[in-house]
């Protein structure tokens, strides 16, 4: 039997929102603590906390580090995952989304993603929200994931 996870994503989607929707799907927040072990990220702890956001009720992730964090190269990160003890199937996705996230950085740039160097997505709440996901995706047994596609904004006409 397939689950399928559809994503309505009018307003795109940050890493901590998506992983918080899985918790309320019934993705264990225990499971993150376990995903800092398999990673072999120390100094960082994980929170999940219950909000309420105006009269919507809502899961909150925060991933919490220790000092400043390193900016990585896709190859340092990919090298994390690799070395991971994730379950095979959740290490390929999370390298797959970072593989992709570099080369998008590369084409950008004009670089290969092998020198890709990560600002934002290199620190450690990063690599939680992405791995995170793909482990939710993977402990719930989602095998095919469907987002909303919204129309492309267009720039206002020139004068």
């Not at 070395?83 to 199937?89: A, C, G, K, Q, R």
Request: overall charge negative.
């Amino acid at each position: 039997m397939n689950k399928v996870l559809y994503l309505e994503c009018f307003a795109g989607a940050a890493g901590d929102m998506l992983v918080s929707a899985l918790i309320d799907l019934g993705f264990a927040p225990e499971r993150l603590e376990e995903l800092l072990d398999m990673l072999h990220l120390e100094n960082a702890g994980i929170k999940v906390n219950h909000v309420m956001r105006g009269a919507i009720h809502a899961t909150l992730l925060s991933v919490e580090s220790g000092d400043e964090q390193p900016h990585r190269h896709w190859t340092h990160i990919d090298a994390l995952l690799a070395d991971s003890s994730l379950p095979p199937e959740v290490k390929k996705n999370a390298r797959r989304v970072f593989r992709r996230l570099a080369e998008a950085e590369g084409a950008v740039h004009g670089h290969s993603p092998e020198t890709i160097h990560f600002h934002e997505v290199g620190a450690v709440d990063a690599i939680v929200d992405i791995t995170g996901f793909c482990l939710g995706l993977y402990d719930l047994g989602i095998t095919r994931l469907i987002r909303s596609r919204s129309k492309p904004s267009r720039p206002p006409a020139l004068p």
